[in-house]
């Protein structure tokens, strides 16, 4: 891809003509459309930010339900105003905090029902007047004839809005606003003066103590009315808390009107700390470029050539999402709300973060970041040692300094393994291990959550498993599921233990990561719920689901059995050796896709028979044919997710976007690679979708990936050089990219005869 452009730099000097060429810096941003996965069920957001900040000023279009996790959602037609939190592609929602809507004209408060997904001050708008790029978001009110802007530093968003001429001109700050109509349990509002606003709040949803505080200043003095009584939603219904300020003042045809909005977990002064650090003057242009640099920094950081547009926009879209979260949770000054809910003086060169949705990012996000940025991965493990230190056990979803008990396993452990088997050990490694050896065991003491997230958080599997080596499906939910990760991510804590010596607990967990084999039924040859007499559940369907509440989570037998990423060559075994394995897994991308039950789980798409590429448990599952001597199987199938799974288009994703997980994927498979088990730092070959790929790594090295006589129908690797040596397996290590070189394909229309071991 050429990114590099070049100006002819003249200057006239002593009557003759200089010219220089000079290059600008690659505008990576071009290549983004921030609106891929906006449709769908993607739940990700166009709103301006920076690589991992702290706010997210975006618009909110919905309030309600699961494709209103992010706030917006391409099929809409209104805009409810912009608000200033946002998650990024979860399938449970939170946030949108502090919403700001300008407005013209009489302004219109009242409530339009419980089910209704507007506002009453809500506007029309057209996606032709909607433009989303990195670091800014621009759109028309057409009910108000307002140009919106948004642009954002890592604390703080500057807005601009372009007014008509009116007398009636103004804004709606609504305070007690949020996605899916949260509890507002505590809630204070301050006008401080004729430009300034600022407030305080507590909100319990996903995260049931979710803190925030914010100071907004306005480039115009207003007059205003507070609304702070309290209003019913629907007629006769339960009466609300209500914090919305109604700001007026005249403008002129054209004038701007600019807000700054400084976000905090910690106090009000620290919301205004934050911004008005980051954004002293109303320099918008400024403030925009700023972003926009950022930005392309972090894309810059691997560059593709192909002659396909649309697959460069959806690969720096998928490197963009990568970048949305974790989010920053430290103030300017250093202090930031810790996990027992206490503020904490903190060192802001080295922050702590929020948002981990470690069931999905411990698979391909963080073994991304372990690549293309290993400094911010031990950040973040840093951030997860920490929160450990101040709940008392490590997060398995963590919220704004909550502990949510969403999904399972203990995936923080994954996260740290495989960062300290890569060599990045820039972490306290004895409290990052004695926290793994806490989190597999069933204690429930000392953790501080409430009391109906603890069952949640240190679920009875834990003590099952430890107790009789399995998790009877009559005495835990999702049973096979947990047990499957809990057996990953004790092999997880026993390479660990192997690393520092602990003889003991490397052989008790190394015992433990084989207990997948409990599960296996031969009869049926899929893992299976055993209850405690020991007997299989029955009845029993492969493609059976009850949405969290079955023996799986978020998926079926079909998905599920397949996750032994760490023992492949046991699963293997245990499916009748080489053959009844391939068998097997020929007949996951062959089945019928239909799924049984009433209430099965939204989560399985982006199917290829059974195989469900939309949700997690499936990922690694297409790179199990290399383990077996089937590459050319494993190349077709990626090249299948990359080419019809992929889109650039709003519903560009076949599943939640995740903070990151089903970007990451797209990321390695697209260079031609992925790592099948996070802690085994080898990764095995794809397909590579481009010419070439090159990832810029520290201290100017290279790692280059060629693909030779490329095309659509030239998916099939015809031969494989790692700088300049013959590859006869399909497989490389962690250690061959960062210490730089070159990894060769010769592609081919199909799979070879002779060229790669079979």
């Known amino acids: ?88 592609g979860t399938g449970c929602g939170d946030y949108g905090d502090v919403l700001l809507m300008p407005t013209v004209g009489k302004q219109e408060t009242h409530s339009m029902g419980s089910k209704s997904q507007q506002m009453a001050y809500a506007s029309a708008f057209s996606h032709q007047n909607e433009v989303a790029v990195p670091g800014y978001y621009s759109v028309q009110l057409d009910r108000y004839g307002v140009k919106a802007e948004l642009t954002a530093t890592k604390r703080g968003a500057l807005h601009r809005y372009t007014f008509p001429e009116s007398k009636e001109a103004g804004f709606i700050l609504d305070f007690d606003y949020s996605l899916q109509r949260q509890t507002n349990k505590e809630m204070v509002i301050e006008v401080i003066s004729d430009t300034e606003i600022r407030g305080r709040k507590k909100t319990m949803y996903w995260a049931f103590d979710q803190y ?134 903190g060192d802001v060169n080295k922050p702590i973060y929020t948002v981990f949705s470690l069931w999905d990012t411990f698979r391909a996000y963080h073994p991304l970041m372990t690549i293309i940025d290993p400094e911010l991965n031990q950040a973040f493990i840093r951030s997860l040692i920490q929160k450990q230190q101040e709940g008392g056990v490590f997060p398995m979803w963590e919220l704004a300094g909550n502990y949510t008990g969403t999904m399972i396993g203990y995936h923080a452990v994954s996260v740290i393994a495989d960062a300290y088997m890569k060599g990045y050990r820039d972490f306290d490694v004895d409290a990052a291990y004695k926290a793994s050896l806490r989190v597999a065991e069933y204690d429930t003491t000392g953790i501080k959550c409430p009391a109906l997230v603890l069952p949640h958080l ?27 990760e809990y057996a990953y991510n004790d092999w997880c804590i026993s390479i660990l233990a192997d690393s520092l010596g602990d003889v003991q607990n490397r052989d008790k967990y190394a015992k433990f990561a084989e207990g997948y084999k409990t599960y296996f039924d031969p009869s049926t040859r899929f893992m299976r719920g055993l209850d405690s007499k020991g007997e299989w559940r029955t009845p029993f369907s492969p493609r059976a689901s009850t949405h969290r509440n079955d023996d799986y989570c978020e998926g079926t037998a079909w998905q599920w059995t397949w996750f032994v990423p760490h023992q492949v060559d046991g699963l293997v075994a245990l499916m009748g050796g080489r053959e009844g394995f391939i068998s097997k897994l020929d007949s996951l991308f062959t089945a019928d896709s239909t799924l049984e039950g009433e209430a099965t789980s939204a989560d399985i798409s982006g199917l290829i028979g059974q195989y469900a590429h939309g949700n997690e448990p499936s990922h690694h599952i297409t790179h199990l044919y290399n383990y077996v001597d089937q590459p050319w199987k494993t190349q077709q199938l990626v090249d299948s997710v990359l080419q019809t799974l992929y889109f650039n288009d709003p519903d560009g994703i076949s599943g939640n976007e995740d903070c990151g997980q089903m970007s990451a994927w797209y990321i390695l498979n697209s260079m031609g690679f992925y790592q099948v088990a996070p802690g085994k730092p080898v990764y095995s070959i794809g397909r590579p979708l481009f010419d070439k790929v090159t990832v810029n790594l520290k201290a100017g090295k290279k790692f280059t990936v060629i693909a030779k006589n490329n095309s659509r129908a030239n998916k099939y690797i015809q031969s494989m050089m790692l700088n300049g040596k013959p590859l006869d397996k399909p497989f490389f290590t962690h250690r061959d990219i960062v210490d730089g070189g070159t990894l060769e394909f010769v592609m081919g229309s199909t799979p070879p005869a002779n060229s790669i071991k079979q």
């Open 212 to 345: 925030i505080n914010f100071y907004a200043k306005f480039s115009k003095p207003f007059t205003y009315t507070l609304l702070t009584d309290s209003m019913a939603l629907d007629e006769g219904g339960k009466l609300l808390p209500t914090a919305k300020v109604l700001l007026n003042f005249n403008t002129k045809a054209g004038e701007e009107v600019l807000v700054k909005v400084g976000i905090s977990a910690v106090d009000m002064e620290g919301a205004k700390g934050n911004v008005e650090a980051e954004i002293p003057e109303w320099d918008f242009e400024g403030v925009r470029q700023q972003a926009k640099k950022s930005w392309n920094d972090y894309l810059s950081k691997i560059d593709i050539e192909t002659t396909n547009e649309d697959q460069k926009t959806i690969f720096y879209t998928a490197l963009y999402h990568t970048g949305v979260q974790p989010n920053l949770f430290t103030d300017v000054d250093g202090r930031y709300l810790g996990m027992d809910l206490n503020v904490h003086q």
């Open 458 to 484: 240190m679920p009875q599997a834990k003590y099952w498993k430890n107790k009789i080596g399995y998790v009877p499906c009559d005495k835990d939910n999702e049973a096979v599921a947990k047990a499957l």
């Open 1 to 88: 891809m050429k990114l590099i452009s070049t100006l002819l730099g003249c200057s006239l000097l002593l009557g003759t003509v200089s010219c220089s060429q000079q290059s600008t810096t690659p505008d990576y941003t071009a290549y983004v459309n921030p609106f891929i996965g906006t449709g769908g069920h993607g739940h990700t957001f166009p709103g301006a930010i920076v690589p991992n900040g702290m706010i997210q000023p975006s618009p909110d279009t919905r309030i309600y339900d699961w494709d209103a996790c992010s706030g917006y959602h391409y099929s809409d037609s209104t805009i409810n105003g912009f608000s200033h939190t946002h998650l990024s």
